[in-house]
């Protein structure tokens, strides 16, 4: 496996949108520093959809993805909780749990989550297999400059280590309106689909702080 980037203590940023095709972010540590944060342009969102692929052994609590603003900490986050096979997902400050999605430990996960803000409803899918769909939030949406949080879950800092992801994300892609669930399977698939508009890993624009580390993402031969 090629290493291309170890940061230990130090913020970094990317000077231009990288292409991070075929690569993973690797948290190897507990900590309550080492994170990614992703940047966007966008400070209005009326609907979210997020796709990534996680891998991880822990069976603790830990952020899978964490969207904050000045006016909402949770103002959309997936969260994986200890109990075996059980999410809760937030948006404006406001939850609802999903169980048995057929999330396993040790393998890629391909995790996905929209949300709505005029109808308030918010769904999960785990490697294609769709949710029931909950009422979260409705109203409001997100508004304001976001802090797009990988491998931590806090606005601004105050990080806590009983929290943090300890494993390998890649994959990463955000978008302003809620996907078909068609286009979610392609995504689970990894069959053609249509990159995303806030985030887009193949253009990714971000900044580590900590030891996090861009590799080769590793596949079963």
């Known amino acids: 496996m090629a290493l291309l980037l170890l940061l230990v203590t130090l913020a970094s940023c990317a000077a231009t949108p990288q292409d991070l095709a075929r690569k993973m972010f690797t948290f190897p540590e507990a900590t309550n520093t080492g994170h990614v944060k992703l940047l966007t342009t966008k400070q209005d969102l009326s ?3 997020v796709c990534l692929r996680s891998f991880t052994d822990l069976r603790r609590g830990h952020p899978v993805f964490s969207l904050a603003t000045s006016l909402a900490s949770n ?5 994986k909780l200890d109990a075996s096979d059980l999410f809760d ?5 406001k939850k609802a ?21 005029t109808s308030g409803l918010i769904q999960l899918w785990v490697n294609g297999k769709p949710s029931s769909r909950k009422f ?13 949080v990988l491998g931590q879950d806090s606005y601004g800092g105050g990080f806590d280590i009983n929290q ?7 994959d990463v892609h955000m978008w302003d309106y809620t996907m ?5 399977q392609n995504y689970s698939d990894e069959l053609s689909f249509t ?5 887009n890993w193949n253009a990714l624009d971000f900044q580590i702080t900590g030891r996090v580390l861009i590799e080769d993402k590793q596949r079963i031969c």
């Open 47 to 49: 609907a979210v959809t």
């Open 75 to 79: 103002d959309f986050l997936i969260f």
């Open 89 to 93: 997902l937030w948006a404006r400050d």
């Open 97 to 117: 749990e999903f169980a048995l999605q057929g999330y396993k430990l040790n393998t890629w996960n391909a995790i996905c989550s929209t949300w709505d803000a």
């Open 136 to 148: 979260v939030s409705s109203g409001s949406n997100i508004i304001g400059p976001m802090s797009i």
């Open 164 to 170: 943090s992801f300890i494993g390998m994300i890649s």
């Open 180 to 184: 078909s669930s068609c286009e979610i």
């Open 195 to 199: 990159l995303g508009n806030v985030l």
